[in-house]
């Protein structure tokens, strides 16, 4: 690991995670107290206008994550492939789509068990998009560092929404035999 800069930075990431998810939780503990004893006062009416304004976690009929967590694996794999081959365009145009779903998610209100999976994906899957499109024309661009930091921001996005036993990997095939990612 002395030698390994790319462990020192999925571990840093992982650290990071852990704290921001931590602090999350207890910033959390601390609203539901607040709106606990706000609900428990004589402001009961003031309480349900203003909890009437904020956005409430969509209904699982409403919104099938599975749906959207598949779209994003297709386009997972497909960019891969698009950046095996260099393909610029092809790279961006992946990396909107995958921006797409995820922002589709984050916007959601999901929370499932208890834990807040449109929040993970908004500070956890879309920072990460948005710092590999960052990185795209730059002399510090690594197609294969940003990636693989990706696939690893998804399994821990994964483990934090308690669903530790989806794990992504880079792909070993073509999703696909009858499209070209060469540019």
Same mark, same amino acid.
């Given at each position: 690991?002395?030698?390994?800069?790319?462990?020192?930075?999925?571990?840093?990431?992982?650290?990071?995670?852990?704290?921001?998810?931590?602090?999350?939780?207890?910033?959390?503990?601390?609203?539901?107290?607040?709106?606990?004893?706000?609900?428990?006062?004589? #402001?009961?009416? @003031? *309480?349900?206008? /203003?909890?009437? =304004?904020?956005?409430?976690?969509?209904?699982?009929?409403?919104?099938? !994550?599975?749906?959207?967590?598949?779209?994003?694996?297709?386009?997972?794999?497909?960019?891969?492939?698009?950046?095996?081959?260099?393909?610029?365009?092809?790279?961006?145009?992946?990396?909107?789509?995958?921006?797409?779903?995820?922002?589709?998610?984050?916007?959601?209100?999901?929370?499932?068990?208890?834990?807040?999976?449109?929040?993970?994906?908004?500070?956890?899957?879309?920072? #990460?998009?948005? @710092? *590999?499109?960052? /990185?795209?024309? =730059?002399?510090?661009?690594?197609?294969?560092?940003?990636?693989?930091? !990706?696939?690893?921001?998804?399994?821990?996005?994964?483990?934090?929404?308690?669903?530790?036993?989806?794990?992504?990997?880079?792909?070993?095939?073509?999703?696909?035999?009858?499209?070209?990612?060469?540019?």
């Amino acid at each position: 690991m002395k030698n390994n800069p790319l462990l020192w930075v999925i571990t840093a990431l992982l650290a990071a995670s852990t704290v921001y998810l931590f602090l999350e939780i207890n910033h959390l503990r601390e609203e539901n107290k607040s709106c606990s004893e706000k609900c428990n006062s004589a #402001q009961t009416d @003031s *309480f349900l206008t /203003t909890a009437d =304004t904020i956005a409430k976690p969509i209904d699982e009929d409403e919104i099938e !994550l599975v749906h959207y967590m598949t779209r994003i694996q297709v386009f997972h794999n497909k960019l891969y492939f698009a950046g095996m081959e260099n393909n610029i365009k092809l790279i961006e145009f992946y990396l909107h789509e995958i921006e797409e779903e995820m922002e589709t998610i984050a916007e959601a209100g999901i929370i499932d068990d208890e834990v807040h999976i449109s929040d993970n994906m908004k500070n956890l899957g879309l920072e #990460q998009i948005h @710092s *590999f499109q960052k /990185t795209l024309g =730059t002399p510090e661009y690594n197609f294969k560092k940003s990636y693989d930091l !990706l696939t690893v921001t998804c399994n821990t996005c994964h483990t934090a929404s308690k669903h530790e036993f989806i794990k992504i990997k880079t792909p070993t095939s073509l999703p696909f035999s009858n499209q070209e990612f060469k540019p």
